[in-house]
Structures are given as C-alpha cells and as structure tokens.
C-alpha cells in the first residue's frame, strides 16, 4: 500500500457512460490532486482540493466533474468523454498545498480508455 | 509551450556508474524544483528536491544540482542500480502553493 489508493486500476467506458474515479488515502493529507497523463505528454493538474475546497481547476472541461466530500477522500466523475480523453489519471496528496519540496505522494493511477 | 523540458527520452547508464539526468526550463520565475521517479503500473515517487537559494542537494545516491543562470537542472545517481531503471521526472513550480509543471520524463535504463 502506497497511502495513495486508486480505483479502479483499468477502465474503459463508452462515450455516453457516467462512471467514477475513486482515490483514498491514509496519511492524514489535507491536500488532494487529480493529475492526467497523456501519452507522450507531461503530467497535467487538474484539480487542487485543500481541507475539502477546491482551490485549482486547472480550465478542465465540465465533463470532468470531482469531487471532495471530506479530506481522505477525492473522486472525479465522468460524463460523456471523448476518446481524446484516453489516459492515465493520477491521485496525489501532500501534508498541504504548501508542502511542496517534501512532494506529493502518487497514487498507482487509473488507466482511462473511451471508447 | 513547455516551460519543463527533459530532452533525453532515454538513457543507458553501466551498473556501478553516475547517471545523469538533465532537465532544461524557460520559466525564470521558478523557484522550486523536483524529481519524481516512475516505475511501471506505478504512480511517480517523490525522491529530492531543491529551492533556489541552494545550489546543490544532497540525499544518499542521489544529488540534484541548479543552475539558474543557465536554466538547467540535473539529476545525478551514484552509483548506480538495477533498481533505478525507471522513468525520472523533473518538475518545477513558481512558489511553494503553485502549481507544479512536469516534464515528459527521461527513460533510464541500468545495465548489467
């Protein structure tokens, strides 16, 4: 267990499904990421939650929708994706939005297909 | 436009010898900067990082070492492992609650 735990690890989905991205962790993190990585692309942030608020939308389109309902927990939801949106989605957490040369811990990622 | 750029995708380095990995950036205002550590099916790792005001960084294996003046930051392992075979990431943010910006990764490869 890395204390970043990611589900499901694999997921492929239809462009008019709703499914859900779950990320947990257990070390006691008051910041939370969604990161997407694209093939041949560098890692991208999403989303920044800090103590439960969202704090950064990094302009990701509505069909990208997360949630933060307390500070061990982060999901995205997913609604009519595209295929474009194909990837690796990383969770990550770090002691707070400040913690920045101590690192942030990654979870394993979720690996998006939409077909 | 990237402001994070690792220009080698990959790189071989003989077990027992200094790896080096370079990482350029055109964003003078960054002031904090990292390397990650990727293996596969994994999600990165942190493993050091370094502000402005130092120069060099120092954790066992691994030193990364800043040039601000020239932009460019690098990583060096020594000696290194098998289990150093990873994809090694460099990243980069403007202030300690900012965003941080990746690059695309450097594939090192150890031999035996």
């Known amino acids: 267990e890395t204390g970043v735990t990611q589900t499901p690890r694999h997921l492929v989905m239809g462009m008019t499904n709703k499914k859900s991205l779950k990320c947990e962790q257990h070390?006691?993190?008051?910041?939370m990421y969604w990161y997407k990585q694209s093939a041949k692309k560098p890692l991208e942030l999403m989303f920044v939650y800090s103590l439960e608020e969202r704090v950064e939308n990094n302009s990701v389109p509505s069909r990208f929708s997360p949630e933060c309902p307390n500070s061990s927990h982060l999901f995205l939801h997913l609604h009519t994706l595209q295929p474009e949106d194909s990837a690796l989605y990383l969770c990550?957490?770090?002691?707070?939005?400040?913690?920045?040369?101590?690192?942030?811990?990654f979870g394993s990622g979720t690996r998006l297909t939409v077909v | 436009d990237q402001q994070v750029k690792q220009n080698s995708p990959s790189l071989s380095v003989q077990e027992g010898r200094i790896s080096i990995l370079n990482c350029d950036y055109t964003?003078?205002?960054?002031?904090?900067f990292l390397w990650y550590k990727k293996y596969p099916a994994e999600g990165p790792t942190f493993l050091i990082s370094?502000?402005?005001?130092?120069d060099k960084n120092e954790d066992g294996r691994f030193t990364v070492f800043l040039n601000k003046s020239a932009k460019h930051l690098s990583l060096h392992i020594v000696p290194s492992q098998p289990g150093d075979s990873a994809v090694y990431f460099c990243?980069?943010?403007?202030?300690?609650?900012?965003?941080?910006?990746f690059g695309k990764g450097t594939r090192l490869h150890i031999l035996p």
């Open positions: 990550a957490s770090s002691q707070d939005t400040r913690s920045i040369l101590y690192g942030y811990t």
């Open positions: 990243a980069a943010s403007e202030n300690r609650d900012d965003k941080i910006i």
């Open positions: 964003n003078s205002m960054f002031d904090y």
């Open positions: 370094i502000s402005s005001i130092k």
């Open positions: 070390l006691g993190h008051n910041a």
